[in-house]
């Protein structure tokens, strides 16, 4: 278990407990050079109960020796190692002036978040496996202005998102600073989630996982950084054999000369027999699109794999309740086999998609509030 980490105030005076600054400027160098702007501070002050984590025991321990409400304060830009030497005088201190107890568990928070761009506490739950010190981590770190609150999920849920001191603290560059959540895209965003958490669930029982799923957000801000985000290289230390990220988004020239990029709503990275294998595109469609759509994809992910940059494997989710399965199996068994007037490339490599059953692991928000019509409840599987 890592040692458990102190956030403390960079305004507060330390010198006097021999505790070396980390320049901010420091902090922002590791964001590819983006520059991040600070929060604004809080104006209605909020109290939080801070309780002192026992060194030596793990960091999800606590001692209830040293319990005191204090004045969460958000401008936090440094960390303190918490260690046996640590004196209880010198953490007593840091808590007295609105610090807190960064703990491993947040800083999964965190970076699951940077990942989606927002989630809620359910789909927060269902990542660590835990209920009641999640709410507690994430009323902690909403209190000290590292994740923002917003009131606009679709059946009345909290969605979280990260702030600039929150993306600071993932140390991982690329990700956009200006996250909010749209309605048009609520309901896709939460079926990739459960995607993702279906693959962890997978992975889960071995040691290092030799599946990574990389989020569509993730694969942006690896372009624009140069490198994987820190979630993936600590989780999987093989992903750092990875290079040229840039071909990991097919293009092509569409009939009008325009360049059309083809971006995936995630990556399956694997590892065979100690080597990184191709990155795995993954497509979830809640919908089905048209027959054109599918044709165009099709080709660009097969000439991507042609070129070395992608694996001929394509894996596609898709719902039963609503047909879309059905219609989207239908669709890719035509493209590939050169039907509907289409003609499959003979130059390009077949591609071989999976079709999994989105409803295995993934409701709708329209089925757990009983948004149905007539119709769609005639739909629903047995």
């Known amino acids: 278990m ?63 020796d040293l319990t005191r409400d204090v004045t969460p304060n958000p ?12 004196s209880q005088k010198k953490m007593k201190n840091y808590l007295n002036r609105g610090g807190m107890y960064f703990q491993p568990r947040d800083l999964t928070i965190l970076q699951l978040t940077a990942a989606h761009g927002w989630l809620s506490l359910r789909n927060v739950i269902a990542f660590t496996g835990t209920t009641s010190e999640i709410r507690k981590s994430i009323k902690r770190l909403v209190d000290h202005g590292l994740m923002a609150n917003h009131f606009r999920g679709i059946n009345g849920e909290v969605l979280y998102t990260l702030t600039p001191s929150g ?9 956009s600073t200006k996250v909010i959540p749209k309605m048009i895209s609520l309901e896709h965003t939460d079926a990739i989630t459960a995607v993702h958490i279906h693959i962890q669930k ?14 569509e957000r993730e694969l942006q801000a690896t372009i624009n950084c140069g490198q994987l985000p820190t979630r993936v290289t600590t989780l999987a230390p093989w992903t750092q054999q990875y290079h ?30 100690g080597k990184a294998q191709l990155p795995i595109p993954v497509e ?76 295995d692991f993934y409701t709708p928000v329209a089925i757990r509030n009983n948004w149905l019509t007539k119709t769609q409840k005639r739909n629903l599987p047995s």
């Open 202 to 215: 997978i992975t889960k029982n071995t040691g290092v996982p030799n599946l990574i799923f990389l989020t």
């Open 75 to 86: 401008n936090l830009t440094t960390f303190l190692p918490l260690t046996k030497k640590t």
């Open 244 to 273: 040229d990220f840039a071909n990991w988004v097919p293009t092509t020239v569409d009939r009008r000369g325009k360049l059309v990029h083809k971006r995936p709503d995630g990556l399956l990275l694997n590892l065979k027999d």
């Open 2 to 64: 890592k040692p458990t980490r102190l956030i403390r105030n960079v305004h507060t005076a330390a010198n006097r407990n021999n505790v070396r600054e980390t320049p901010v400027e420091h902090v922002v160098g590791q964001h590819c050079g983006e520059e991040i702007p600070d929060i604004e501070p809080v104006t209605t002050p909020t109290r939080l109960q801070l309780t002192e984590a026992d060194p030596a025991k793990s960091a999800t321990s606590s001692n209830k």
């Open 167 to 175: 993306l600071r603290q993932i140390h991982s560059g690329g990700f």
């Open 284 to 359: 979830v469609e809640r919908t089905a699109k048209t027959v054109n759509y599918y044709q165009n994809s099709t080709v660009m992910f097969a000439d991507a794999a042609s070129k070395g940059h992608l694996s001929t494997v394509v894996y596609y989710f898709a719902p039963r309740w609503n047909g879309t399965f059905e219609a989207v199996q239908k669709a890719l068994t035509d493209v590939v086999n050169s039907r509907e007037g289409f003609r499959y490339p003979s130059s390009l490599p077949k591609i071989d998609y999976h079709l999994e059953n989105l409803d």
